[in-house]
């Protein structure tokens, strides 16, 4: 089927309401006769709604072989126009300053070319802005558009009474599952404040992102036109109380690794929650147990305690650490997560041929936000983590010392298959010596994650026997290009450099390419990587895995 003189959206709109352009070579040619008869019609009324009154249509039918062949040549003529828009808003919302901005926004205006299709989605619109503000019993007292053919302009006239607006009535949630007073924590709505739809959908987000639940529906009840209110009823689903997880893993820092996790969801009717995990390596191995709680707002707050076993055996150090610690999370700012805790910490180590212990009362503040992170190759994204901490002899702590630490990655796509991934690591320690603190608290670099080339750890002040003893200060970046080859592969190339540090910061660098595999498990990198220094260090070869941020 041909259809010439018309624009793309009008053609479009003839063919969306043409049964004829449905019709194929199959079609009996009794049935294409009578559809071309008929298309006349189809074609003004789709002309028509876009504003088009005098229109006229020229068509040809042929048969070609074992098909058919419609020719429509369309003139559109001039279009109507809107000569007056009379709206107008009457009742309550009229002092709403936010509906009355909403609804008026976008209103035809005189002068306009008649669309009966954004005419009807206006007028929809407006009144379901009134309704989603809780203004149920809204009504049209004038809804019409007149049209003058011979004169090619049209009048239009809304006249939209909002009524009385409704206000939140009871909320009744699913017992069963969680206390009351925690669920009503999830939202801001107070019965008797103004219905607003917004509440209801922050309020069903908040309870699906909880974890507490497999399923959640928050819907109204019949308005109350008596007493004007919204009763709410929220139904929920409770997900699974036990979590278990397992990984395996490996990285050429610390070799083939393994994860168990559990968790306890819904460890009691007040929401709190414990966790254990433990992760097992030949250089690191950690155990650690958690139990959290919600806050006064359960959105933004919770306090966990928590306690935990690390043992480190490095080629720098080795270490026995055993950490007890309480803190308080809290979202703020948007994407920011405002964690400051308190951390008593025990640590047995050896260290550059030195034996110690250490003994710290730890506190500190931490502030960390993702944004971008998703499932797949993440085009557009960051991290960011800064965290001071510090512990002082007079609060019971072997030594005292202030340590800053800040690190970010940033993500940028460079094109359809190409993007960049910036990384960068700051610390900094104000103590005399170093001598009296673990290796938990110093700073190392090299390594998968650090400076590639390089072992793990390997890069930092050594003492007079040339062993590693750690910095009081890092100084990293990185700076990496992928390219996709193929489906879910792609090729890398990057340069690292770093400095863990006491004094006068000594950089080591590192180059080289790499393939990544975008699996269904995350991300796995094998990389090739040559010192630039005169290090002599050849090519190393770096496997690691997990997430881009």
Not at 79 to 86: F, N, Q, S, Y
Not at 211 to 232: A, C, L, M, N, R
Not at 291 to 307: C, I, L, M, N, Q
Request: hydrophobic share 35%; aromatic share 10%; proline share 5%.
């Amino acid at each position: 089927m041909v259809v010439s003189g018309l624009t793309p959206t009008q053609e479009s709109n003839v063919r969306a309401l043409l049964p004829l352009a449905s019709a194929s070579c199959e079609t009996g040619q009794w049935r294409v006769k009578r559809l071309f008869r008929d298309a006349d019609a189809s074609v003004i009324e789709a002309l028509e709604a876009l504003g088009y009154y005098n229109v006229r249509v020229a068509k040809k039918l042929h048969w070609e072989k074992a098909c058919w062949r419609a020719e429509f040549t369309v003139d559109p003529g001039q279009p109507v126009r809107l000569r007056t828009v009379d709206f107008e808003l009457f009742g309550p919302a009229t002092k709403d300053r936010a509906i009355t901005s909403k609804i008026t926004s976008n209103r035809p205006q005189a002068g306009e070319i008649l669309n009966h299709g954004r005419y009807e989605s206006y007028r929809d619109k407006a009144r379901n802005s009134l309704i989603e503000k809780g203004y149920f019993d809204a009504v049209y007292t004038k809804s019409h558009v007149l049209v003058d053919t011979e004169t090619l302009v049209a009048d239009l006239t809304l006249h939209l009474d909002s009524g009385p607006r409704y206000q939140f009535g009871d909320i009744s949630y699913t017992d069963g599952i969680l206390r009351k007073e925690l669920l009503v924590r999830y939202t801001d709505i107070v019965p008797g404040d103004f219905y607003n739809a917004k509440a209801l959908t922050d309020l069903s987000t908040a309870l699906s992102n909880s974890g507490y639940f497999d399923s959640v529906s928050v819907s109204t009840e019949t308005p109350d036109p008596q007493t004007k209110t919204v009763p709410i009823m929220v139904r929920l689903t409770p997900g699974n109380r036990h979590l278990y997880t397992a990984g395996i893993g490996f990285s050429t820092d610390i070799g083939p690794q393994g994860r168990l996790g559990y968790t306890n969801r819904r460890r009691s009717e007040n929401g709190s929650q414990f966790e254990s995990r433990l992760f097992v390596s030949p250089i690191i191995s950690e155990t650690t147990a958690s139990y959290r709680w919600p806050r006064h707002d359960p959105r933004k707050e919770w306090f966990s305690v928590a306690a935990g076993f690390k043992q480190e055996d490095t080629d720098t150090s080795e270490s026995d650490a055993y950490r007890l610690g309480i803190s308080r999370g809290r979202s703020v700012a948007g994407h920011w997560l405002e964690k400051p805790y308190l951390e008593l910490t025990y640590e047995d180590f050896s260290i550059g041929g030195q034996d110690g212990h250490s003994r710290l009362l730890i506190a500190g503040i931490n502030w960390a936000s993702v944004t971008g992170r998703e499932l797949g190759r993440i085009t557009q994204g960051r991290a960011l983590n800064y965290d001071l901490r510090g512990a002082g002899e007079q609060l019971g702590s072997d030594t005292s010392f202030l340590q800053l630490r800040a690190q970010g990655k940033w993500i940028r796509s460079l094109g359809a298959k190409t993007r960049a991934l910036l990384r960068a690591n700051i610390g900094a320690t104000l103590k005399d010596s170093l001598s009296e603190l673990p290796p938990s608290v110093r700073f190392f670099a090299g390594g998968d994650r650090s400076v590639r080339g390089y072992d793990f750890e390997s890069i930092g002040p050594r003492n007079s026997f040339g062993k590693v003893i750690g910095g009081a200060h890092l100084l990293e970046a990185s700076i990496e290009v992928d390219y996709i080859v193929h489906s879910n592969w792609a090729i890398a190339a990057f340069v690292d450099t770093g400095s863990a540090f006491s004094e006068d910061p000594e950089f080591f660098s590192g180059a080289g390419v790499g393939l990544r595999w975008h699996s269904p498990v995350g991300p796995i990198r094998l990389d090739l990587a040559t010192p630039l220094d005169n290090s002599n260090g050849g090519i190393r070869i770096h496997i690691s895995m997990g997430p881009d941020l």
